[in-house]
């Protein structure tokens, strides 16, 4: 027993000085409940976002709250609105985690979307004019100058079209409606042509 007892006082010793774990490795034996697969959302006024959350644990429970309902609301399913412009935090609660996500809410913007105009809706030609329609087909504040055109004529025995030119073949009176075409997206404008 003498003999053990200065073997059972170095083994402590040993084990205390050869740990070589890393001072900078953390273990955490925690599980998480909930994952969300963004921390920062950009949403405009008025629009949504809807945020994805992963449920790791059977049964968790998850809440969502605004740090500020002015700027962005959030609904029971993630849903969240932009009010104003500005900045808040959703916060994302489930089992013991609690996820923050920064939303910065910005302006509202019109979508771009294809235009036609007329400076005026009606026209008076002579049989036989041609006339070259003063259409500006715009999107957003870009003109777009190689949109193609159709019309819907309502007296066709009065007037005809070929791209923006109208040609006045008998008298009477036409109502029409163009319609722009470019990538797949329309305009359309009514007006009226008077032949004499």
């Known amino acids: 027993m003498k003999r053990l007892l200065p073997l059972l006082l170095i083994l402590p010793s040993c084990l205390v000085g050869c740990n070589n774990v890393d001072s900078e490795t953390t273990v955490t034996s925690r599980e998480d409940y909930i994952n969300v697969s963004t921390r920062e959302v950009s949403v405009m006024e008025g629009k949504t976002f809807q945020i994805e959350v992963e449920i790791l644990k059977p049964r968790t429970i998850v809440f969502y709250s605004s740090s500020d309902t002015s700027v962005a609301t959030v609904d029971e399913n993630g849903l969240i609105t932009g009010i104003k412009e500005g900045q808040t935090t ?47 087909v715009r999107k957003g504040n870009t003109i777009i100058e190689d949109a193609s055109f159709s019309y819907e004529v309502g007296n066709p025995s009065v007037v005809s079209f070929a791209g923006k030119e109208a040609t006045a073949l008998s008298v009477g009176t036409s109502k029409c409606v163009a319609t722009a075409s470019k990538d797949g997206e329309k305009a359309s404008i009514g007006f009226t042509i008077a032949v004499y």
Request: charged share 15%.
């Open 90 to 136: 959703i916060t994302i609660r489930g089992g013991r985690d609690s996820i923050a996500i920064d939303v910065v809410v910005t302006p509202y913007q019109a979508e771009e979307v294809l235009q036609i105009t007329l400076v005026k809706t009606s026209f008076t030609l002579q049989v036989g004019d041609v006339f070259a329609l003063p259409f500006v």
